[in-house]
């Protein structure tokens, strides 16, 4: 069946503007992970949905980023006012269940000018 | 804090070498991961291991809980293994399944 997919594949936007990055995860799985890969700073946890249960988000850097998960499927993480220190590869990645195999989608490389 | 470090951060190897990576990690973990990162590629989960030894052709892993330590191996290495190799922890709690990742180390296998 289909992976994980995550869209656009690519984002170049100007500092200041708002951008939205979308993961549809394998169906049926019930967990989903938001993940930042940056080059000084490898990869590093942001936001964590479990099902209907309250998303784990102590690892989103500051205010301007939130996320949501609609329907308990499709996840959009949307950063606002976009910061040059933003420009990473933004991964999402999803389980049938908590400390299951995560399986990752391809990314969503944000250039931010 | 949760802190993952891996040995070596490089390292070359020529084909049919046998390959060794370790990690090491300081606090209680549910479960060790470790992912395979090739250039330009997506991230593939090879194993998840809490306890013992996995293996999967010519990778193993194995972990010691006690010593807080997990490696990976690489039987009769091959070009092809030539990646980002990268250890993570997830711990237990309301979290559970969260990573917490390693610096990864840059495998590269010459023919």
């Known amino acids: 069946g289909a992976g994980v997919s995550q869209s656009p594949s690519n984002k170049v936007t100007e500092k200041g503007k708002d951008v939205e990055l979308r993961c549809d995860p394998i169906s049926g799985h019930t967990a989903l992970y938001w993940y930042r890969q940056s080059l000084g700073q490898g990869l590093e946890f942001l936001i964590y949905f479990q099902g209907n249960s309250a998303p784990d988000k102590s690892g989103l850097p500051s205010d301007r980023f939130s996320a949501e998960r609609t329907g308990g499927s499709v996840s959009t993480l949307t950063i606002q006012r976009t910061q040059q220190e933003d420009s990473a590869v933004y991964l999402c990645a999803s389980s049938s269940g908590g400390g299951e195999t995560q399986y990752f989608g391809p990314g969503t490389r944000l250039l931010v000018l | 804090k949760n802190e993952v470090e891996q040995s070596p951060q490089n390292l070359t190897a020529q084909e049919g070498e046998f390959i060794t990576i370790n990690c090491s990690y300081s606090?209680?973990?549910?479960?060790l991961h470790w992912l395979q990162q090739h250039p330009g590629g997506g991230i593939v989960s090879l194993f998840m291991l809490s306890s013992g030894k996995k293996k999967h052709g010519r990778l193993i892993a194995t972990i010691n809980i006690q010593e807080k330590h997990s490696s990976l191996h690489i039987t009769a290495s091959h070009p092809r293994d030539s990646a980002v190799y990268i250890c993570?922890?997830?711990?237990?709690?309301?979290?559970?399944?969260?990573?917490?990742f390693g610096q990864g180390t840059i495998l590269t296998v010459h023919p």
């Open positions: 606090v209680g973990i549910s479960a």
């Open positions: 993570a922890e997830s711990t237990g709690g309301t979290s559970y399944g969260k990573l917490t």
